[in-house]
């Protein structure tokens, strides 16, 4: 069946460094793969989206790549702000249907 | 920028009873609706696909008779829980696709929650 993980439950950085949060899926092949910000008991924000044949899409501090041979996209967010704390999900898309599945998330915390 | 809304944001019904959540999608048609639920410290759960003009494409385990889904306009989808029971309690999210935007545009809206006591 089709998985998606992402690593580690929380992610703790200090103020400044670089965060790099992992996607990894098994058994899917998607056509593109999008990565959302949500804030506890709000909906997920949109933030990027990298297709198959993109290697790397930045965006301000966001960096994100798409590696299919690994079934892995990295999330990078440079100079990071404690304001960036937030769960992080990746959620890959396409197929007849084209519909959205979400990875397990990842609870990024920038200290101060 | 396009908007997605909820409504209501927040409710609380009896056991047994039902409650309907409506989304829209406020500046965009949208042929395609999705419905979520998201349990606590969890991931979103893709429920249904909710098509204008037709049925719902449930997700395997997903009760199409428990979770009514009814996409009658372009701008509105609104999913029913029926006889709603306490472990039905979740943050339940829509999105909708806007099919003039580019790539695949996905817009969420801010989600409801669910109380069933």
């Known amino acids: 069946s089709q998985k998606i993980e992402q690593n580690s439950e929380a992610l703790n950085i200090q103020e400044g460094k670089t965060a790099t949060l992992t996607c990894n899926y098994t058994n899917y092949s998607p056509a593109y793969l999008q990565w959302y910000r949500q804030d506890p008991g709000r909906g997920p924000v949109f933030l990027l989206l990298?297709?198959?044949?993109?290697k790397e899409k930045r965006k301000e501090r966001l960096k994100v790549t798409f590696d299919t041979t690994l079934k892995q996209s990295l999330f990078h967010i440079t100079a990071s702000q404690p304001a960036d704390s937030a769960t992080y999900l990746c959620?890959?898309?396409?197929?007849?249907?084209?519909?959205?599945?979400f990875g397990t998330g990842t609870l990024l915390a920038v200290q101060p | 920028g396009a908007v997605v809304s909820q409504h209501p944001s927040r409710v609380i019904c009896k056991s047994g009873t039902s409650v309907k959540i409506e989304c829209r999608s406020l500046?965009?048609?949208?042929?395609?609706m999705f419905w979520y639920r998201q349990f606590p410290k969890q991931s979103l759960m893709l429920m249904a696909t909710s098509n204008e003009g037709s049925k719902a494409t449930y997700e395997q385990g997903v009760e199409k008779d428990k979770f009514l889904i009814n996409h009658a306009s372009l701008t509105l989808s609104t999913l029913t829980v029926t006889s709603a029971h306490p472990e039905d309690s979740s943050f339940y999210i829509c999105s909708a696709r806007d099919p003039a935007g580019p790539g695949n545009t996905i817009y969420f809206g801010e989600g409801s929650w669910l109380t069933v006591v």
């Open positions: 959620a890959l898309g396409g197929g007849a249907t084209n519909k959205l599945i």
């Open positions: 990298i297709r198959e044949n993109e």
């Open positions: 500046d965009f048609q949208a042929t395609t």
